[in-house]
């Protein structure tokens, strides 16, 4: 069966600096790849989708890239902020998106 | 504004009991989901509905039951059947007419059963 992986250590940064979040998966390559967002006690809210023959997506200070040799996606927030902390879920879709599976998630601290 | 709207936030049962927590959603959309999260594990696939009067179980349908009678609302049910009921529960929809669409959540009801 498919493994997401995603560090399950939290990530604490300095605000400004750059946060890397890794998200790894087993077998097969998804059709594409999504982030989403979940603050405590909330539900998850997307953010950036990548497609398998995309190498990289931006929006704004977000930055998403699939390497389907490695079997990885990366996440990157620039300039990050106090309010970026959060907990981040990789999520890849295989079959006509209605299959989504969702790693357990990186959280993210970002100090003042 | 356009949305997922979960009631209640918080359930308490006792064991034994059956619940059903609502899921409602306003978007149009064709398909809806209920996932299931766990300290430190990722979103579990309960049920899903891709149609009007017509779902799928997920990867941990056992215990659980779900209807689709209109295209705004799936109700689940949690039952007696299921063996640790105590989580957050998750709803979500999609628009299934795109391709690639992403999913659309509501804010979760938590349910705990002593």
């Known amino acids: 069966s498919q493994k997401i992986e995603q560090n399950s250590e939290a990530l604490n940064i300095q605000e400004g600096k750059t946060a890397t979040l890794t998200c790894n998966y087993t077998n097969y390559s998804p059709a594409y790849l999504q982030w989403y967002r979940q603050d405590p006690g909330r539900g998850p809210v997307f953010l950036l989708l990548?497609?398998?023959?995309?190498k990289e997506k931006r929006k704004e200070r977000l930055k998403v890239t699939f390497d389907t040799t490695l079997k990885q996606s990366l996440f990157h927030i620039t300039a990050s902020q106090p309010a970026d902390s959060a907990t981040y879920l990789c999520a890849p879709s295989y079959t006509g998106g209605f299959k989504t599976i969702f790693g357990a998630g990186t959280r993210l601290f970002v100090k003042a | 504004d356009g949305g997922i709207t979960q009631s209640p936030k918080y359930l308490f049962r006792k064991e034994g009991q059956n619940v059903t927590l609502s899921c409602e959603q306003n978007?149009?959309?064709?398909?809806m989901y209920w996932y299931r999260q766990d300290p430190g594990q990722g979103l579990r696939l309960i049920y899903y509905s891709q149609i009007v009067n017509d779902f799928q179980k997920g990867d941990i349908a056992e215990g659980y039951s779900v209807s689709r009678e209109k295209k705004e609302s799936f109700p689940l049910t949690v039952t007696s059947a299921q063996k640790n009921p105590t989580a957050f529960y998750l709803c979500a929809s999609m628009n299934g007419r795109r391709d690639n669409s992403p999913l659309h959540f509501g804010n979760g009801t938590r349910l705990t059963v002593t």
């Open positions: 990548i497609r398998e023959n995309e």
């Open positions: 978007l149009n959309h064709d398909a």
